[in-house]
């Protein structure tokens, strides 16, 4: 049991390109999150999906994009990368109104 | 607006010192987690409070919520140095089920011998 994996662990990216940070469970978890956690500060919500299919913006969506095509993976789509991205990127699943359970993280650059 | 403030953000202790973590929110909510970050880590999970006068302890941790007062503590008890992390409070003020998070700034704990 895997838990929450995300790849790539990190990623230096210049300024206009785009990339996909893959994010995966084996919990069988139907909500799944995306937040990002700028230096010295707390996690914003990007994106979150309810189950395969449903998605809705969080707090801080522009720049982003989501799918949620199977309960397993909900990848988190950077289109024209710009330097205020540069952050480091936390995917999280939950089961019910327990807690959210985080990933390892993606540390991203954008230059 | 949905804000979160913790309070002290820093915080420095000798070990074996008592201290609390303040956690205000602006919306009403009875959803609030607690979660511990080492440096260069992911978040751990350590408390869920779902209830008005929820008090939930693990070793030297106890956290509690008021939801009147829009309030959660952490407390520690006789600081150690393994407890040198930074801590943030979460709540879920949306009025869904949906868990959408908004989280305080953190509280960056040192415990010094």
């Known amino acids: 049991n895997a838990g929450v994996t995300q790849t790539p662990k990190f990623r230096i990216l210049k300024i206009g390109q785009s990339m996909t940070l893959q994010c995966a469970q084996d919990?069988?978890?139907?909500?799944m999150y995306w937040y990002r956690q700028d230096p010295g500060m707390g996690l914003k919500l990007i994106y979150y999906?309810?189950?395969?299919?449903?998605?809705d913006k969080g707090e801080v969506p522009n720049g982003y994009n989501v799918s949620r095509s199977t309960t397993e993976d909900f990848p988190l789509r950077l289109e024209l990368a710009a330097p205020s991205q540069t952050s480091v990127y936390f995917c999280?699943?939950?089961?019910?109104?327990?807690?959210?359970?985080f990933g390892p993280g993606t540390r991203l650059t954008v230059l | 607006e949905l804000k979160v403030e913790q309070n002290p953000l820093f915080l420095s202790m000798q070990e074996g010192k008592n201290y609390t973590i303040y956690c205000n929110y602006s919306?009403?909510?009875?959803?609030l987690y607690w979660y511990r970050q080492d440096p260069g880590k992911s978040l751990e999970s350590l408390f869920v409070l779902l209830s008005n006068g929820a008090v939930k302890q693990e070793g030297r941790l106890m956290a509690s919520l008021d939801t009147k007062a829009r309030l959660s503590t952490l407390h520690i008890t006789a600081a150690v140095h393994d407890l040198s992390a930074t801590y943030f409070c979460a709540v879920d003020m949306s009025g869904s089920s949906y868990g959408k998070l908004t989280f305080g700034q953190g509280t960056i704990l040192t415990v010094h011998p």
């Open positions: 999906s309810v189950g395969a299919g449903i998605t």
């Open positions: 999280a699943t939950r089961d019910g109104p327990d807690t959210q359970y």
């Open positions: 919990m069988n978890h139907n909500y």
């Open positions: 919306t009403t909510s009875d959803r």
